[in-house]
């Protein structure tokens, strides 16, 4: 953490894609980033969610990040910016920097196989185990407890954070990281039925994670039973995300926490899904699909959509049919109501028949 | 475990918040305790739940803990208290003892930074790694495969089973039990969208967990990405619970298995969320709330409220539309009945101005 | 991985309960197995669920397992079969193997507590801690990481993937696996509300896993608070299954990912649970009962049915209500309609009496 002067800071967001105006005094120093509501003198914030806005008001924070056309309190000096939230991160980065791992080097109470070709500049925590014929690229980071399968094929720069598991054959991109407690090709749910018990399919594929993917902590991504189980380049997951086998997810994915994909799902590129998602299998998902929280996958959903509900629904068709779910009880009473008043109708008139 | 008689049994629950009459034989002597359906001469047991009171009338128990006024077999020692599930509790503990857990010292196999401070009575297993200016308390028990990231601060008697991992800057308050596998201060879910592709931003926050609070295994408790993530003191979480950035939870909470809190979402005290909840994100939660398994939280639920389903609903309303949609596909078919019935009538009825 | 002839693979799948008949050329070598998809020259593949018959006419496989009566493209040669998932599970068996573990012996790097009695033929990696007391059958093979607590009994045959825990206490049976993560026998969410706070009840049962069971990764059973938590003979979990403390799952059942039953819940046999299930405590399910992904069971269900939904209702039912749902907000806007309409009769009918 360095002090920096809003001048260095608009400079350093402007050369790094966010061009910015600063609408106040440009000399004030900084020492930090922190929310509206937490923020102290030296400190800048960001608003970008308009709930927040009332925040704005009340700040202690020094500068704030705003949108171009963002009203402001007097006296506030502001940074404009067309997307606070991308800035404020590249704020953070230039502020508060990134996180300082460890320096082990090749820790000596880690058991690394012979065969094991690890590149330049590895650095490996004690308590790692690396078996045979594992292939590692350069600027490794390995925190201790992880465990690395025979025949792994790593990238460079790839951070794996304590007892993260890559289980045999898997392969891992540039840049991947993984939270700690992650596991990469366990065996798939592999049972076929025979004579009511469940016989075991031995899992022959593999689990692949491609470039600049980021796992949370203690997601499961299952090998195939043959071929391939995979992450596309630049994915996001959050915590305690499953994938099962021979799922294959795009890239430019971001799933919330506790998203559960079922086995053979083919998910295009750019999809986001809510948090407690669920995906039944052998089921195919389009290009710029969102899926809000919780929902249900039970169909194909093609490209362009934004589904919600279980069983999944398009957005407006499921809260058209939550608003009349609400009415329903109020609906039932009247039906019954009018079920009466159409036999006392039916009374009259055949009276007048009659 | 020990043997004990009833006598001394009921003076240890009247000591310890329970008071209580013994029912019967005082001398009896019991040497454990176990549920109405297995136990066994010798064996202590109790009735907190009237799903299973036939259970009562068929117990091989030497001693039940009933209610004061429970309607009991003839010949049936009890123990009647007005909190059986309270009493059984602390019974177990006069009986069976807590965990007795290994004793290692400061095992030598563990790696230990120099600049961490420790304090007395430490029980440190082999494999464990602690990191530089960890600052740890009295009394603790960390198992084999923990990881302590540098300058967190855990205070006294606090217990971390095997393969906890705590990031960088976390902290730990007094009497903290974590159990296996579970993460806290892993990045959180943190990336501004750029050009189709996911810009990661710093978590430069941290995670907090405060005195008495005790997690089961496999939780993921992210740190924010400014200010804290914070469980409130004497929480208590099953297994697989996870926190998003920013989070903060209040006081005596309970949450069972699987429960998803996104970020920013503020929760009061004294708060159950049954299985498998999940809660949007920027939500607030009043004190005094109960969510029932399974409910999708998408707005803000003030103080004192019961809710359920997804979306959520108070709970008398959840089970009154639930009611109505059993019903609806037979009001349907009778509402299509009643198209053509009207229509009829319509008809007769204009045969008649004819 | 070896090379094999169509009538060697043909003779041993008939050998292991897999009648079935060559149709086409009986001399092709085979190197491998593969999907329809991916499979090339030298591979064989399968054809199990219908949405994939059109992959039958497109395949490079060398020869595929398909269903005796299914009609093939000219010139493939076939190995029919009544089963042919199953017959592929035994076929990748047979040219693929199984996984081969790592060779360990007994790695002086773990630490195993002198009274622990340990079989023979034992595979231990390093950084595992075996507690006192603990009885280990025959064969077993024990990745790095692996925590064993004081007391535990295990079978011949077992496997414990890496960093798996089980606590003090629990019992495995024969040919158990346990995949990386898992914990077994942690502490039940045992708590006793006492004047607004949570109280620790000390979870004095244990965890037993019997014969034949295999888990996924980062699953979670915990112990009981009296008595046990019982997973039977031949079932199967994927990754992230949860059990509450006391329950009871019976044989070859089957549970998906991320499935989660509550405590003091008991399970009958050969039930199949898809995923993110969430059963509530203190229920009953019977034998033969299949319970659709993302289903929330509140009430016991009976022996031989199909249930679903949250809540869970019988299969048709369920898809009957959401057909409903579907329709109701058309019905909804005819019944307003018809409500104008009916006060527009009853307008009428009144002038003709007046």
Sequence with gaps: MKTVTLTELSEYLAQHG???????????????????????????????????????????????????????????????CENPYGAIAAAIRFIHGVRQHPQWGLDPRSEIAESAQIGKNANIGPFVTIDVNVKIGENATIYPGCFIGSGVVIGDDVTLYPNVVVYDGSRLGNRVALHAGTVIGQDGLGYAPVEGRWMKIPQAGRAQVEDDVEMGALCAIDRATLGETRVGMGTKFSDQVVLGHGTKVGKHNMYVAQVGLAGSVDVGDHVTMGGQVGVAGHLSIGDNVTIGAKTGVWADI??????????????????????????????????????????????????HDG
Tied chains: 1, 2, 3.
């Excluded at 970008?48 to 171009?68: G, H």
């Excluded at 069983?311 to 009349?324: S, T």
């Design 18 to 80: 966010f061009p910015n105006q600063i609408d106040g005094k440009a000399d004030l120093q900084l020492i930090g980033a922190n929310t509206l509501q937490e923020a102290g003198e030296g400190e800048i914030s960001f608003l970008a969610n308009i709930k927040y806005r009332d925040q704005l008001f009340e700040t202690a924070a020094t500068v704030v990040i705003v949108a171009p056309d963002e009203t402001i309190p007097e006296g506030l000096t502001v940074l404009r």
């Design 302 to 351: 093609p490209s362009n959509e934004r589904y919600f509900g279980n069983p999944a629904f398009k957005w407006k068709q499921y809260w058209r049919q939550i608003a009349a779910i609400k009415e329903l009880p109020d609906i039932i009473r009247k039906f019954r109501k009018m079920e009466k008043e159409l036999e006392n109708l039916r009374g009259k008139l055949e009276k």
